[in-house]
């Protein structure tokens, strides 16, 4: 990546998203370093790749597109991967939340409907030699049920109602990030908690996302 300055530039683009998410109140190293390692200019379209770090959704395949690094983060920082032994992701997009996720957690398991876009977020995770992500191309509002319990489970995209049969595939004291509201309004981060049989939910702020529909698929 030479166009702009080259691979420097990029670095100084990566430290100043670092400074920016610890100045909206982000501050977990865990965190921190998953934004500093991962190269979102990898999983940009070459021709927006200057773009990658400006606070912004850019396109990507199949009339998709990126959620803005800052809005990602926040929605990571109340899902709190760090250490979990598996996750599940709602919504691969271009794979870069999958990569994130994976310098936090040991596996993580990523569904996505588009198989144009599935195939290119492989390719885009073994270019930066990222091993322990699994992609699927499937619906993935029906969960994972071979592979689960799951410790984390995040959405990508939002959704009318939280999907109980994907919510039922935490594990116990498993934690589950889900967009809620309609697609033509901002959404609320629901914070799910499974305790044994029951379901603590908590609001931490508000989204706007395009909606994770069967049959489609959305960002990240």
Not at 170 to 189: C, E, F, H, K, N
Request: hydrophobic fraction near 45%.
């Amino acid at each position: 990546m030479e166009e702009g300055g080259g691979v420097t530039d990029f670095w100084e683009a990566r430290a100043g998203l670092i400074l920016h998410l610890r100045q909206l109140g982000i501050t977990d190293g865990d965190i921190l370093r998953a934004f500093e390692i991962v190269p979102h200019e990898v999983f940009v379209p070459a021709d927006y790749a200057e773009y990658a770090y400006r606070e912004s959704s850019l396109p990507i395949e199949c009339g998709q597109s990126i959620t803005a690094p800052t809005i990602l983060a926040t929605m990571i920082a109340v899902l709190a991967p760090q250490g979990a032994s598996k996750v599940l992701e709602v919504g691969t997009g271009s794979g870069y939340s999958a990569a994130l996720l994976s310098r936090m957690a040991r596996r993580v398991f990523t569904v996505e409907r588009h198989r144009a876009l599935a195939s290119a977020a492989q390719i885009r995770w073994r270019q930066i030699g990222f091993t322990n992500i699994v992609g699927l191309n499937d619906d993935g509002l029906g969960g994972l049920s071979q592979q689960a319990p799951f410790d984390r489970i995040f959405l990508t995209g939002s959704v009318p109602e939280i999907p109980e049969d994907v919510i039922a595939q935490l594990a116990d004291g498993g934690v589950a990030v889900v967009p809620v509201g309609a697609p033509s309004d901002r959404q609320s981060i629901v914070r799910v908690e499974r305790v044994d049989d029951s379901f603590l939910e908590s609001e931490h702020g508000l989204v706007r996302l395009s909606p994770l529909i069967p049959g489609r698929a959305r960002n990240l």
